[in-house]
C-alpha cells in the first residue's frame, strides 16, 4: 500500500523581538543569510521536517534547535542536530525512527527554513547607519568602510558596545597604516553597537527636542558638514510615540520639515545640513501607530508601527504557537470611514504575494488555533490587548 505523507514541523518564531520593526533594513558585509540555507545546523535554527512513513506516527509542525543543539521527536526523543548537514540529520531521524520500529523504512528530509540572524549596528558620523548582517571574521574595518565614514569622524575614539563592556579603539592607526593589529581593528562579536562621533566643533551647538530616547543632551556640538542624521543618532533615535512625518528644523524662525522616511531610507541628497543655532523637534503622535495580532502566538498584544512592516514580520514578531494555521490568517483593516467591516479578509502568510502585504495602521490580525478555537472576534481582539483603547474609540464613532 502507497504510504502517504507524514509533515511534522513547529510553528517557525520570528526572529525580531516583540517590537515594531525598525525603519531601516539590515543590510550586509557579504550577504550571508541565503535561501535555502545550506550551512551546517546551528542552535536556534527552525527546521522543517518531512517525513514518508505511516500515518499512525503523529507529531505536526515544524522544529526549533534548542540550546543544546537538539531537537524533540515525537516518541523518538531527542535528536542531535547541530553541526551536521541537513542530510546528516535526516539520516539520524531515519535510523532513530527504524530502530525504535515506528517506521519499517522511514524517509526524512531536513530543511533550514529559519537562522538567527548575527548583526552589528553603527551609527554616528557614517554614510550609511544601521545594521549590518554579520558573518564569522568580520572585522571593524569591514563594517566602517562600507558604511562611509564621514569627512570630520572622530577616529580616534570609535566606540564599540558589547554588552555591558565599553571600548574606545584607536582606529585612526588601522586607516593610516600605523597598525594592523586586533587592537585598532579588533573582531565584531553578534550584537555590537558601533559609534563614530564628529571631530572637534567648527560650527557650533543644535537643540534637538521632543519624541528622542535620549534627552539628557541639551546642546549637542556639530561640525563643519553634520547633518541630521547624524544628530539625530547621538540621542538615540526617534521613540516609538514620535511623530516621524511631522519633525521639523527651527532655523531663526523659520520652520524647516525634514523628510524622515526618505534620509533613514537612504536619500542622503535629503539629509538636511545643520547650521549653528538650529533646532530639531520631534513632536509626539496624537494616536500612535499600531497594529494587533491575536489567536494562536504566543505574544497577544499592540505592537508599535514603525515604517514598513509586512504581514509575514507582523506574524512572526508574535510568534505563532504550534498548529496554528498560517494560511487562514484573518485581517481586520479600518475603512475610509474610519470603522471596520463586518467580515474579516482571510490572507495566507505561506503565499509569496500576500506575505508582503502592507501592515496599516489599526490592523487587526486573528490567528486561528484549532485548539483554541478559530472564531474571529474584534470584541476579544480589543478585551485581550489593553493598551488598544483608541481602537474602541474609533468603533464608536
Same mark, same amino acid.
Given at each position: 500500500?502507497?504510504?502517504?505523507?507524514?509533515?511534522?514541523?513547529?510553528?517557525?518564531?520570528?526572529?525580531?523581538?516583540?517590537?515594531?520593526?525598525?525603519?531601516?533594513?539590515?543590510?550586509?558585509?557579504?550577504?550571508?543569510?541565503?535561501?535555502?540555507?545550506?550551512?551546517? $545546523?546551528?542552535?536556534?535554527?527552525?527546521?522543517?521536517?518531512?517525513?514518508?512513513?505511516?500515518?499512525?506516527?503523529?507529531?505536526?509542525?515544524?522544529?526549533?534547535?534548542?540550546?543544546?543543539?537538539?531537537?524533540?521527536?515525537?516518541?523518538?526523543?531527542?535528536?542531535?542536530?547541530?553541526?551536521?548537514?541537513?542530510?546528516?540529520?535526516?539520516?539520524?531521524?531515519?535510523?532513530?525512527?527504524?530502530?525504535?520500529?515506528?517506521?519499517?523504512?522511514?524517509?526524512?528530509?531536513?530543511?533550514?527554513?529559519?537562522?538567527?540572524?548575527?548583526?552589528?549596528?553603527?551609527?554616528?558620523?557614517?554614510?550609511?547607519?544601521?545594521?549590518?548582517?554579520?558573518?564569522?571574521?568580520?572585522?571593524?574595518?569591514?563594517?566602517?568602510?562600507?558604511?562611509?565614514?564621514?569627512?570630520?569622524?572622530?577616529?580616534?575614539?570609535?566606540?564599540?558596545?558589547?554588552?555591558?563592556?565599553?571600548?574606545?579603539?584607536?582606529?585612526?592607526?588601522?586607516?593610516?597604516?600605523?597598525?594592523?593589529?586586533?587592537?585598532?581593528?579588533?573582531?565584531?562579536?553578534?550584537?555590537?553597537?558601533?559609534?563614530?562621533?564628529?571631530?572637534?566643533?567648527?560650527?557650533?551647538?543644535?537643540?534637538?527636542?521632543?519624541?528622542?530616547?535620549?534627552?539628557?543632551?541639551?546642546?549637542?556640538?556639530?561640525?563643519?558638514?553634520?547633518?541630521?542624521?547624524?544628530?539625530?543618532?547621538?540621542?538615540?533615535?526617534?521613540?516609538?510615540?514620535?511623530?516621524?512625518?511631522?519633525?521639523?528644523?527651527?532655523?531663526?524662525?523659520?520652520?524647516?520639515?525634514?523628510?524622515?522616511?526618505?534620509?533613514?531610507?537612504?536619500?542622503?541628497?535629503?539629509?538636511?545640513?545643520?547650521?549653528?543655532?538650529?533646532?530639531?523637534?520631534?513632536?509626539?503622535?496624537?494616536?500612535?501607530?499600531?497594529?494587533?495580532?491575536?489567536?494562536?502566538?504566543?505574544?497577544?498584544?499592540?505592537?508599535?508601527?514603525?515604517?514598513?512592516?509586512?504581514?509575514?514580520?507582523?506574524?512572526?514578531?508574535?510568534?505563532?504557537?504550534?498548529?496554528?494555521?498560517?494560511?487562514?490568517?484573518?485581517?481586520?483593516?479600518?475603512?475610509?470611514?474610519?470603522?471596520?467591516?463586518?467580515?474579516?479578509?482571510?490572507?495566507?502568510?505561506?503565499?509569496?504575494?500576500?506575505?508582503?502585504?502592507? $501592515?496599516?495602521?489599526?490592523?487587526?490580525?486573528?490567528?486561528?488555533?484549532?485548539?483554541?478555537?478559530?472564531?474571529?472576534?474584534?470584541?476579544?481582539?480589543?478585551?485581550?490587548?489593553?493598551?488598544? $483603547?483608541?481602537?474602541?474609540?474609533?468603533?464608536?464613532?
Amino acid at each position: 500500500m502507497r504510504s502517504p505523507y507524514c509533515i511534522i514541523g513547529l510553528a517557525l518564531v520570528g526572529a525580531l523581538p516583540a517590537q515594531a520593526q525598525t525603519t531601516n533594513t539590515p543590510t550586509s558585509v557579504g550577504q550571508v543569510i541565503q535561501d535555502p540555507i545550506t550551512e551546517p $545546523i546551528q542552535k536556534y535554527d527552525t527546521l522543517r521536517i518531512i517525513v514518508i512513513g505511516e500515518p499512525l506516527y503523529t507529531g505536526t509542525g515544524e522544529f526549533k534547535v534548542s540550546a543544546n543543539g537538539t531537537i524533540e521527536l515525537p516518541r523518538i526523543g531527542q535528536v542531535r542536530v547541530e553541526g551536521n548537514s541537513n542530510l546528516k540529520a535526516a539520516s539520524f531521524i531515519e535510523q532513530r525512527l527504524k530502530s525504535g520500529k515506528f517506521l519499517k523504512e522511514p524517509h526524512a528530509l531536513v530543511t533550514i527554513i529559519d537562522r538567527k540572524r548575527k548583526e552589528v549596528s553603527v551609527n554616528g558620523a557614517v554614510g550609511i547607519q544601521g545594521r549590518r548582517i554579520l558573518r564569522d571574521g568580520t572585522r571593524l574595518s569591514d563594517v566602517l568602510e562600507e558604511a562611509g565614514l564621514a569627512q570630520l569622524a572622530d577616529l580616534e575614539k570609535v566606540e564599540v558596545t558589547r554588552g555591558k563592556e565599553a571600548l574606545e579603539i584607536n582606529y585612526k592607526k588601522f586607516r593610516n597604516g600605523l597598525d594592523n593589529s586586533e587592537t585598532v581593528n579588533p573582531f565584531l562579536e553578534d550584537g555590537d553597537r558601533i559609534f563614530i562621533r564628529l571631530g572637534e566643533p567648527t560650527e557650533g551647538t543644535v537643540r534637538v527636542v521632543g519624541e528622542v530616547k535620549d534627552l539628557t543632551k541639551p546642546q549637542l556640538a556639530i561640525s563643519q558638514g553634520s547633518t541630521f542624521s547624524q544628530v539625530l543618532s547621538m540621542v538615540g533615535g526617534i521613540t516609538d510615540y514620535g511623530d516621524r512625518k511631522g519633525v521639523f528644523v527651527i532655523r531663526k524662525n523659520q520652520r524647516i520639515p525634514v523628510p524622515y522616511d526618505e534620509i533613514v531610507g537612504g536619500a542622503t541628497d535629503k539629509d538636511i545640513k545643520l547650521l549653528d543655532k538650529d533646532e530639531i523637534h520631534v513632536p509626539r503622535l496624537e494616536k500612535p501607530r499600531q497594529f494587533t495580532v491575536y489567536g494562536g502566538v504566543r505574544t497577544q498584544g499592540s505592537f508599535p508601527l514603525q515604517g514598513r512592516v509586512t504581514l509575514t514580520q507582523a506574524v512572526g514578531n508574535a510568534g505563532p504557537v504550534e498548529g496554528a494555521k498560517r494560511k487562514e490568517v484573518q485581517l481586520m483593516r479600518l475603512g475610509p470611514d474610519g470603522k471596520y467591516p463586518k467580515k474579516p479578509t482571510k490572507v495566507n502568510v505561506e503565499d509569496g504575494t500576500q506575505a508582503s502585504l502592507e $501592515i496599516q495602521d489599526g490592523d487587526v490580525l486573528f490567528i486561528p488555533d484549532p485548539s483554541r478555537g478559530n472564531k474571529f472576534d474584534l470584541n476579544q481582539a480589543l478585551s485581550t490587548v489593553g493598551s488598544m $483603547i483608541w481602537i474602541s474609540t474609533l468603533l464608536r464613532r
